[in-house]
């Protein structure tokens, strides 16, 4: 599969801890972006990396979100102290450039309960 | 700030006829407008997108429209199919920046055999 994968699928976890979170871009894709996604609502805009370079930030990224690109290939997304509010679906996509290849691809997400 | 509105939220219609989910956007920027279909617990999928530069698109039972001037565009699917029910999402976004994309809040559509 060349698809967008991410790690892992799911993830359970008590309020208060940390959690990571993986996402392997199209290996040929440079743009790599971060939505949430709660019951009911379409993807919302967390962070946009242009290779390894952190170029935007959502007001929805509070300081205890903070997300990684460290070789432009693939992404980490860690929360810390996790809320309940937190939980929801961390989506990834990538997209390779402007123009017509700007298309984005999503990987499967990440679903995340916070009990 | 920047914001899509999508309707109507659910929509069910009966396999063979024509369902049509319509989106406003608010920034008179954005010049791509992608349609995502989204299956249960899979990920959201392209279907189709239309460029500003254009006012239709078809492929195969699949067109899109967009009327710029009223900001306005809309997914439209004949000979719908029971494999068509799913949450559909419109998006808008700048060929330029980050292209970061604006979701509607879907629509869920159930086509009944």
């Known amino acids: 599969d060349t698809g967008v994968s991410q790690d892992p699928r799911h993830k359970i976890t008590k309020r208060g801890q940390n959690v990571t979170f993986r996402c392997d871009p199209i290996s040929e894709h440079n743009r790599l972006y971060w939505y949430r996604q709660t019951l009911g609502q379409g993807p919302e805009f967390l962070t946009y990396?242009?290779?390894?370079?952190?170029?935007?930030k959502s007001r929805l990224l509070s300081d205890r979100f903070s997300a990684e690109r460290p070789k432009g290939s693939f992404s980490t997304l860690e929360i810390q102290r996790t809320e309940q509010g937190d939980s929801a679906m961390y989506l990834c996509a990538s997209s390779s450039g402007f123009g017509v290849r700007g298309t984005q691809y999503f990987g499967p997400g990440t679903r995340l309960l916070v009990l | 700030g920047e914001n899509v509105e999508q309707h109507p939220s659910t929509l069910s219609v009966q396999e063979g006829d024509s369902a049509v989910i319509k989106c406003t956007y608010s920034d008179s920027a954005s010049n791509y407008f992608p349609w995502y279909k989204q299956e249960l617990g899979k990920r959201p999928q392209l279907i189709i997108d239309i460029r500003s530069n254009v006012g239709e698109k078809k492929d195969q039972r699949i067109a899109v429209t967009l009327n710029k001037t009223a900001k306005h565009f809309s997914l439209h699917i004949t000979e719908t199919q029971p494999e068509d029910s799913a949450v559909y999402f419109c998006a808008a976004s700048l060929t330029s920046g980050t292209y970061k994309y604006i979701f509607g809040t879907g629509t869920r559509l159930k086509v009944l055999a």
């Open positions: 990396f242009q290779n390894e370079a952190q170029l935007e």
